[in-house]
């Protein structure tokens, strides 16, 4: 299904971000695992047999050290990249006047112009592609507006805005660009989370119950192949049936 398709999956050191470079790995994809977190990342690549690289989402040079090598790595070309990386656990449960400037300012850095920027860096080896494939992980609390995680929700909403406009940015070039909104999952980052948030979850889906990192990865895949295009500009919101997009 990826066989030889080569994909970076930034914020792949655990939770759902090493759940999809376990995935498409599988599925024979060439893999660059990126993330802030070294020690954890380099042990998920090495156990993928993938190749990892740090990255600061927060510094621009960073990010454009990390594309020169992933160029390297990669011989100038990405078929994929998966913009998964975010401030995604411990900012939840706090009434909207009660967040700090501090806080809010990172998640915005991070989870929006972070990934603005590892896209705009990412841009000229996806052109060179020629059936580049941007998948940008969202959540279903921007879709049914969940409370007391604002700053969060709000960055993800950015998420979805950014996929539809650079969906049109970059339809000429054949790249496409999707978005996913998963619902709650059974990752490490939730483990913070109210057990009343879960039950809301698991009793209102159309699927009942929990949902897992590894439930929601093959439909992600499937968006890194060259038969996704037409789905450009789309959100799915991957929840077994929470929220409908
Ligand atoms: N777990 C869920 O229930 C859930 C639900 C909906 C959406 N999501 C989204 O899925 C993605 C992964 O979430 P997760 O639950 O695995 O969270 P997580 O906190 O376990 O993983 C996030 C990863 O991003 C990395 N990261 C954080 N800041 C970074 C930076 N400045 N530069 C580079 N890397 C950085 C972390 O080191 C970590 O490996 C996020 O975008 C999150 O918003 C998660």
Redesign the pocket.
């Known amino acids: 299904m990826l066989k030889n398709r080569s994909i970076l999956v ?2 792949g ?5 090493a759940e999809i470079a376990k995935s498409v790995s599988e599925k024979g994809a060439k893999v660059i695992i ?4 070294t020690q ?1 990342g380099q042990q998920t690549a090495n156990k993928l047999n993938a190749d990892f690289f740090h ?4 510094d621009s040079s960073s990010i454009q050290k990390l594309i020169k090598s992933v160029s390297k790595t990669f011989n100038g070309k990405l078929d994929g990249l998966v913009n ?6 411990g900012i939840g449960g706090i009434q909207f006047e009660d967040i700090d400037l501090t806080s809010w300012d990172k998640v915005m850095r ?1 989870n929006v112009r ?1 990934t603005w920027l590892m896209t705009k860096a990412a841009a000229p080896l996806l052109r060179a592609s020629k059936s580049g494939r941007i998948v940008n ?5 921007a879709l049914w507006g969940a409370p007391l995680l604002l700053s969060y929700v709000a960055s ?1 909403g950015a998420i979805i805005s950014m996929t539809r406009s650079l969906a049109r940015e970059l339809g000429s070039d054949q790249i496409g660009v999707t978005a996913v909104a ?4 059974t ?4 483990d913070y989370v109210p057990e009343a948030r879960h039950s809301f979850y698991n009793e209102n889906r159309a699927i009942l119950g929990p949902q897992g ?1 590894e439930d929601i990865t093959d439909t992600i895949s499937f968006l890194l192949t060259k038969g996704a295009l037409t789905l450009t500009g789309q959100v799915l919101a991957v929840n077994n049936g929470f929220v409908f997009s």
Do not use: Q
């Not at 992980?137 to 609390?141: E, F, L, P, Q, V």
């Not at 998963?182 to 999952?185: A, S, T, Y």
């Open positions: 930034t914020g050191a655990r939770g759902l971000g990126a993330d802030i977190n954890e990255v600061d989402l927060e998964n990386a975010a401030i995604a656990t991070v972070g992980i969202s959540s279903d609390t993800k998963p619902g709650i999952l990752t490490d980052s939730t990192a």
